[in-house]
């Protein structure tokens, strides 16, 4: 079972970095309902702060994917500093639990949040994330959108659908530019440019 955002938002409570919701989570924070269910509980934070989070979850099981994208998996050592290309780190609260928190390193130059992806991509941190009702810090949804415009799955094309009226001409034009910078015939970017009317 997934760790809730809420549980995050306790654990983090006083954590001296920025820290976001994100994945489908981070759109439901957005839309403000559940769209459908989750394997896990996804969190961005900021490479350069990996040492607080990692003191954060000190009592936690951690183990990061390296090397990333191939299902296997090494214990994160305390101490041990992530560096590029290892940006996931797989979270249970103890070694019988199951995996309920996938933790992703992304990564920053002075106060931009650069995308691990393409520097070309980039934000000034503050505009990152948003914050609901409760406190609960989140991914802004065009940043979750460039993430999730890389290979579309179902689950996906649901979480643009149900975000994408929330989207003001601000943060289209932000996605737009950004999912142009690495796939430029992007079906989405239909959907999210304005309709020139004649």
């Known amino acids: 079972m997934p760790d809730r ?6 654990l983090f409570a006083r954590a001296d970095f920025p820290w976001w919701i994100a994945g489908g989570c981070a759109i439901e924070l ?7 269910g989750h394997g896990d509980l996804d969190v961005l934070v900021l490479r350069r702060d990996q040492a607080p989070v990692r003191a954060a979850l000190a009592d936690w099981d951690l183990y990061v994917a390296d090397p990333p994208g191939r299902g296997e998996l090494r214990p994160w050592h305390p101490g041990e500093v992530l560096r590029p290309p290892l940006h996931d ?9 199951p995996w309920s928190v996938q933790l992703m390193l992304d990564e920053a130059e002075g106060s931009w949040w650069v995308s691990r992806r393409t520097p070309e ?6 505009r990152v994330g948003r914050t609901n009702g409760t406190g609960i810090p989140y991914l802004a949804p065009e940043v979750q959108l460039f993430y999730k415009a890389k290979a579309p799955r179902d689950k996906d094309e649901i979480d643009f659908e149900a975000v994408l009226p929330l989207l003001d001409a601000a943060a289209r ?12 015939h992007h079906p989405w970017l239909r959907r999210l440019l304005p309709v020139r009317r004649t």
Do not use: F, K, N, Q
């Not at 991509?121 to 503050?126: F, G, N, Q, S, T």
């Not at 034009?173 to 430029?184: D, K, M, R, T, Y």
């Open 5 to 10: 955002p809420e549980a995050m938002a306790l």
């Open 30 to 36: 957005a839309v403000g309902r559940e769209l459908r």
């Open 89 to 97: 780190v797989w979270c249970r609260r103890t070694p019988e639990a």
């Open 121 to 126: 991509v980039r934000l000034p941190i503050d």
């Open 173 to 184: 034009a932000w996605l737009v530019g950004a999912i142009g910078v690495v796939e430029p």
